[in-house]
């Protein structure tokens, strides 16, 4: 009786290290609901952070994040604010757009982004603006982020 005990414990085990990973995985409301639960977010260092505004324009918009200084237990000197460039239909050849990155009205810099290549440039008289970070392109979609210091 002991070991009879002993196999269907350890047989119940086993089935469920199969069947919990499964079913985690195959229902995504499911894995939602847990992840919201534990108050995990992805961190805005990796996402670009919240969106602060977007720009509707003929052919594509324009999706400004926040700046992001966030580091693990304080704010860091240097950080980044994104901008993603989305195709609605068709991106122009080069695409100008003014950004104020701390809505205190004037424009903080003015993005270049020649969309074929793609590449970018930076143009600012607010010596908080270092430049161009990063640049990446994911099906029609341009992201870019912009070097900034507090």
Not at 2 to 19: F, N, P, R, Y
Not at 26 to 45: N, P, Q, W, Y
Not at 60 to 73: A, C, E, T
Request: include cysteine; charged fraction near 20%.
């Amino acid at each position: 009786m002991t070991q009879l005990k002993a196999v269907v414990g350890w047989s119940w085990a086993l089935l469920c290290i199969v069947l919990v990973p499964a079913v985690f995985m195959s229902d995504d409301k499911l894995a939602h609901v847990l992840v919201r639960a534990t108050g995990i977010h992805i961190s805005a260092r990796y996402s670009g952070g919240e969106i602060a505004q977007t720009l509707e324009k003929d052919a594509y918009k324009v999706i400004i994040h926040r700046p992001v200084f966030d580091g693990l237990f304080r704010k860091r000197s240097a950080g980044f604010i994104q901008a993603d460039f989305v195709q609605t239909t068709f991106f122009p050849p080069e695409i100008k757009q003014s950004v104020s990155y701390n809505e205190d009205g004037p424009h903080s810099f003015e993005i270049t982004l020649t969309t074929a290549t793609p590449y970018a440039e930076i143009l600012s008289t607010d010596p908080h603006v270092l430049g161009v970070d990063m640049l990446a392109t994911d099906g029609g979609k341009i992201m870019l982020r912009v070097k900034l210091k507090r």
